[in-house]
């Protein structure tokens, strides 16, 4: 979803702060805004208008099915949930540009979210050891529009990871429950305690297993890991295998031993009571590492990236400085003076020695910088000399001549030399001496 | 202290000064003693905008050294206080920019915040008003190359020891072959704190010389920049809903025309 970037109003982890009572604050509150849900590298987002969820996105789902997957991550200990406040019209505005997220008119989101949270802390009754519970079903009863969400789930093996199975425990209230199996190797990592306990922060599944034979087993199995709906059903498989390639990480980081229930030491163990503790912590640690690592990274790619796909060009250093020099703050220094000095009589000098019968010329430039630029110049001309009779005609009117031309040529290259300012002529005083 | 914000793109016509001086005429409705300097002293619009051309001394006057400062300030819409930038060619020749800080630092002993409208690129009359401002605020449209230039300007600002108060973008039209907000952020590096729809109203309200907070303040546009504007004073605003007019209503006004 498209969001703005501001300052949240409000942070915590999800084992801080009662998901339900934020959303029931939020909905007194009239709350218009977003609240963000990152959960390891997946994100999520709920947009409020007047306390109501409008839209709703996580990872790849949206609408509904993103609200039940952030319940879901609200589970995990180290998600970390931000509220966002905003006024009224950016969320219609938020809601305009994020169409595809909408939930629909009338669903009441709410509803749905406290059934997700009231369905995790469902404890789910484990019948005798059943063998032909190959497959098992869960079902969500909701109090609101939601009936019942019955989940089949197989035992099955998944043929990329043949040592993966999940497992199905039917429940005699109707309710499914999926465990993940191990390989035989991590199997050999557990560790059976009277009490057995499965419990999970993340990818985890808390388990409290008791008795199995007459009493119960409670299990709480987190949504973010297994899914509910039969349509979620493939993305589980492929979730599980996430999940092994997690636990094997978190076996070469030799941080806690892994845990996986195996179908045949499910069984087993039924009998006795246990209680493991599963590693999703480290695995999230894991997660939480290399994503601080390559955050920075990620940031800087991202935009070199969106760089170069729109053709933006970088600025560099010396380009601004040449701009900058340009600009030098608005004032000319003495250093400038002194450059434009020597420009101003280099170009006279040349345009004045291009004049047919000029023999040599001296030109004299002082710039003065005090209020504004202005200054004086001081050409001198050594004229060819004229024969007698041509100096009794004309010399007078010629010599004039020259005087005007002159002229003319230091203002055009003052001109020239200040293009942007030509009124700055008005400032120089020109003598010419020939 | 008086905030002296310059408002820049790098491209011209992304609506700069439009967001200027609505942006000016909002501030003022909060109570803030705002002045509006047109420092766009070769393509000046602020005063077409705000319907106040033709005004007798103008910030070419001041700069070519012929009035005071305080002479070119006028009264606009909703109290805000404006210094047109004179719209003829005669004074464009004799103005100096150099004279252009003198004047600003006689303006902000009176006021509470100095709007400067920045001329487009990167000459020196661009950055001399940026130059001359505490912060910037970037205006954008979600175009490549307005994106782009406003890149260069954003650098060259921070340069200058110009805050960046932030990017707003102009002309959003929701359409995804344009840039997201997300990517105008992530390329200029500086948070979005507006995003002005694409509106004719805005076209309309400039036509008639009105700023289009003033003609029309349930408008989008307008509640965005009203939004911005307390957000920049840390106020706080209540959008005004648009009147949902019947089919008739609507009928009626299209046949006797709208001004």
């Known amino acids: 979803m498209e969001m703005p970037i501001i300052s949240p109003s409000m942070v915590s982890y999800a084992d801080e702060l009662n998901f339900s009572h934020l959303l029931e604050d939020l909905l007194k509150d009239k709350h218009n805004g977003f609240i963000r849900v990152t959960s390891g590298s997946l994100e999520g987002y709920i947009l409020f208008k007047n306390g109501k969820q409008v839209a709703a996105s996580y990872d790849r789902y949206s609408k509904l099915e993103a609200v039940k997957s952030i319940a879901s991550a609200m589970q995990e200990n180290d998600t970390v949930i931000e509220v966002f406040k905003l006024k009224e019209s950016p969320v219609d505005y938020l809601i305009d540009v994020n169409k595809p997220y909408l939930i629909e008119p009338g669903y009441d989101v709410y509803d749905v979210i406290g059934e997700l949270k009231k369905s995790d802390d469902t404890e789910i009754e484990e019948p005798s050891s059943d063998a032909e519970n190959n497959s098992s079903k869960r079902t969500l009863e909701s109090e609101s529009e939601i009936t019942e969400e019955a989940i089949i789930e197989n035992t099955q093996i998944i043929p990329e990871h043949p040592k993966n199975e999940s497992k199905s425990i039917k429940k005699p209230n109707s309710e499914t429950i999926i465990e993940t199996s191990t390989s035989e190797e991590e199997e050999s990592e557990l560790t059976p305690e009277k009490d057995s306990k499965i419990e999970s922060s993340d990818s985890e599944v808390k388990l409290e297993q008791s008795n199995l034979s007459d009493t119960e087993t409670s299990i709480i199995v987190d949504d973010s890991t297994y899914s509910k709906e039969d349509e979620l059903e493939q993305e589980s498989k492929t979730e599980y295998s996430d999940l092994e390639v997690k636990l094997e990480k978190s076996n070469s980081s030799n941080t806690k031993p892994p845990i996986s229930v195996d179908d045949s030491t499910y069984s087993k163990e039924s009998e006795s009571e246990e209680k493991i503790q599963t590693q999703s912590e480290t695995i999230e640690e894991i997660e939480k590492t290399s994503t601080i690592k390559t955050e920075s990274e990620e940031e800087s790619i991202d935009r070199s990236r969106l760089l170069k796909k729109y053709g933006i060009k970088e600025i560099n250093e010396n380009d601004v400085e040449n701009i900058l020099y340009s600009y030098n703050g608005g004032s000319i220094d003495d250093n400038d003076v002194e450059k434009i000095e020597l420009t101003l009589m280099n170009k006279i000098k040349k345009t004045v020695l291009g004049i047919p019968k000029v023999r040599g010329t001296e030109v004299l430039v002082f710039l003065d910088n005090t209020n504004e630029l202005s200054g004086n110049i001081n050409i001198i001309i050594e004229y060819e000399s004229k024969g007698f009779f041509s100096r009794m005609i004309g010399e007078s009117r010629d010599t004039e001549n020259l005087r005007r031309q002159i002229i003319n040529i230091a203002q055009i290259e003052i001109k020239k030399s200040f293009r942007k300012y030509p009124e700055i002529i008005d400032n120089f005083d020109i003598n010419v001496e020939i | ?259």
């Open chain 2, 1 to 259: 202290m008086t905030r002296v914000i310059a408002v820049a793109s790098g491209k011209g016509g992304v609506g700069k000064t439009t967001i200027t001086a609505n942006l000016g005429v909002a501030l003022s409705t909060y109570g803030e003693e705002t002045l509006v300097l047109d420092a766009d002293v070769a393509m000046a619009n602020l005063e077409l905008i705000l319907g106040m051309e033709g005004k007798s001394v103008t910030l070419h006057d001041v700069l070519s050294g012929d009035a005071e400062i305080e002479e070119a300030v006028y009264e606009g819409p909703g109290g805000v206080k404006v210094v047109p930038a004179g719209i003829s060619l005669e004074g464009l020749r004799k103005i100096k920019l150099d004279r252009l800080e003198n004047a600003l630092l006689k303006l902000v002993e009176n006021v509470d915040i100095l709007l400067i409208d920045a001329p487009a690129g990167l000459e020196k009359d661009a950055l001399a008003a940026i130059a001359a401002a505490q912060e910037m605020i970037l205006v954008t449209t979600p175009e490549v190359p307005s994106i782009s230039d406003a890149l260069k300007t954003k650098i060259v600002a921070n340069k200058l020891g110009v805050e960046i108060t932030g990017v707003v973008i102009n002309r959003e039209m929701h359409d995804k072959t344009f840039l997201t907000i997300n990517e105008i952020e992530t390329i200029l590096e500086v948070p979005v704190i507006a995003v002005i729809p694409d509106d004719p109203e805005v076209s309309r309200a400039a036509a008639f010389g009105e700023p289009l907070v003033v003609r029309n303040p349930k408008s989008p546009t307008s509640n965005a920049i009203m939004q911005l504007a307390a957000d920049l004073i840390g106020e706080s605003y209540q959008p005004i809903e648009p009147d949902k007019k019947g089919v008739i209503a609507k009928l009626v006004q299209g046949l006797l025309g709208r001004r």
